[in-house]
């Protein structure tokens, strides 16, 4: 085989894999966006629930985790405050930092959500078998761990 006919086909198979992670994470933002929006909630909201279900951090560390701005991350808190879904308190360790945290009523939503969130991937990877949906998640997990340590 030529060298350019097995670059053609790396990158055929390339421009695929491609495709299909795109496609995955349309579908994925897709099922994001109708989640958040029968929840009054939007993407990052949702995104924020889902970090702090199972931690509680201190704003700075939730402002790069999300990488944005400190004044939006701020009114964003405030309003899921308001809303009775978060607590802010100050750190234990550093009493000028601020700590972020769910409250009962945003840890039962955020349970809820996951629930929700876990059945749609279900729809996904039911015609996977186990072994394929344990090599599915460690080949994601080897992806992004990366870029989010």
Do not use: W
């Not at 985790?65 to 899921?80: D, F, M, N, P």
Request: net charge neutral; glycine share 6%; hydrophobic share 45%.
């Amino acid at each position: 085989m030529s060298a350019s006919r097995r670059s053609s086909e790396a990158g055929q198979v390339e421009g695929n894999l491609i495709d299909m992670l795109a496609q995955s994470a349309f579908v994925t933002m897709g099922a994001l966006t109708r989640l958040a929006a029968e929840n009054d909630l939007s993407l990052t909201q949702l995104r924020v629930l889902a970090i702090l279900r199972d931690r509680r951090l201190r704003m700075s560390d939730l402002i790069d985790y999300l990488g944005l701005e400190k004044s939006t991350i701020t009114g964003l808190v405030a309003r899921a405050e308001k809303r009775g879904l978060l607590c802010r308190a100050p750190n234990a360790a550093d009493g000028r930092a601020i700590d972020v945290f769910l409250s009962e009523e945003g840890r039962a939503h955020a349970e809820r959500l996951a629930a929700d969130l876990a059945r749609f991937v279900s729809q996904l990877t039911d015609v996977l078998t186990v072994a394929e949906r344990d090599q599915l998640g460690i080949l994601l997990g080897k992806m992004i761990t990366p870029l989010h340590p």
